[in-house]
């Protein structure tokens, strides 16, 4: 049984960091895009941003980048690092993945999801 689980959410004020993860069991993720998304209160899932396994390669939607970077820490593990965070980043984080060939900007490509963590930023 293929597993995410994602750890690190919690309460910070705004300009903080906070340090997301996420551990996978059940298979190996080296050629799955491994991917973050967040939910917050009443709007959609959005993409947050991905990192591919064999090359290291990442992404970022444009409401993040240049202060959230993703990093492979372990196998089968992967980070996410929020800088300077704001209090429109407040949202359920995700981690899922998607097998390599997805279209890994939407939801529809990943196969896998984590249970989600709460990330609150305070102004």
């Known amino acids: 049984q293929v597993q995410l689980v994602e750890s690190g959410g919690g309460l910070v004020q705004a300009g903080g960091s906070l340090k997301l993860s996420c551990a996978g069991s059940g298979r190996v993720f080296s050629t799955y895009y491994m991917g973050w998304f967040r939910q917050a209160p009443g709007k959609e899932r959005e993409f947050v941003g991905m990192i591919y396994w064999s090359t290291d390669s990442t992404s970022f939607a444009d409401s993040v980048k240049g202060r959230f970077t993703i990093s492979r820490d372990a196998v089968n593990k992967v980070s996410l690092q929020m800088n300077s965070l704001k209090p429109e980043d407040t949202a359920v984080y995700y981690c899922?993945?998607?097998?390599?060939?997805?279209?890994?900007?939407?939801?529809?490509?990943?196969?896998?999801w984590g249970q989600g963590t709460q990330v609150t930023v305070s102004s």
């Open positions: 899922a993945a998607a097998p390599f060939g997805s279209t890994w900007t939407t939801e529809s490509g990943y196969d896998y």
